[in-house]
């Protein structure tokens, strides 16, 4: 997977949000840009688990600063993630995986993530504007 490119179906219409995903959507791009590089590729895995972990940091402080009804249920969803990012890094370290495997799930996820939960936080934003 090594066109993974930014689309208007990601953008959610909030400035911080979109400008995050920007970032978070071309590290991804850069791993799948990656030859299999095991030092290479795995420092970039780390900083792409540390952005996944202070991106969803921000959205959880705005969303406690606005009183999001299902603040709950998203930050959930955000451990979730990341613990399932993690066992992908680690399954990609023990040679388990490999890195374009690694790279497809990080898109997909970043896909579903951003076009449906993303999706209803910034409705929720945009409506009490």
């Keep these: 997977m090594r066109n993974i490119v930014w689309d208007k179906k990601f953008e959610l219409g909030h400035e ?11 590290l991804i791009r850069s791993c799948s840009l990656l030859d299999e ?12 688990e ?3 972990d202070f991106h969803f940091l921000s959205e959880e402080n705005l969303m406690l600063d606005i009183n999001y ?31 374009s495997e690694l790279t497809g799930f990080l898109f997909e996820w970043f896909a579903l993530h951003t076009t449906q939960v993303e999706a209803k936080l910034t409705r929720y934003i945009k409506a009490q504007q």
Aim: with cysteine; aromatic share 12%.
């Design 16 to 26: 911080k949000i979109d400008f995050e995903h920007r970032i978070f959507l071309d």
């Design 69 to 99: 009804p299902d603040y709950e249920e998203h930050r959930a969803e955000h451990e979730y993630l990341l613990a399932q990012l993690k066992e992908k890094c680690f399954e990609y370290k023990h040679h388990d995986i490999e890195l």
């Design 50 to 52: 540390k952005y996944a």
């Design 37 to 48: 590089d095991r030092l290479r590729s795995s420092r970039l895995l780390r900083e792409v």
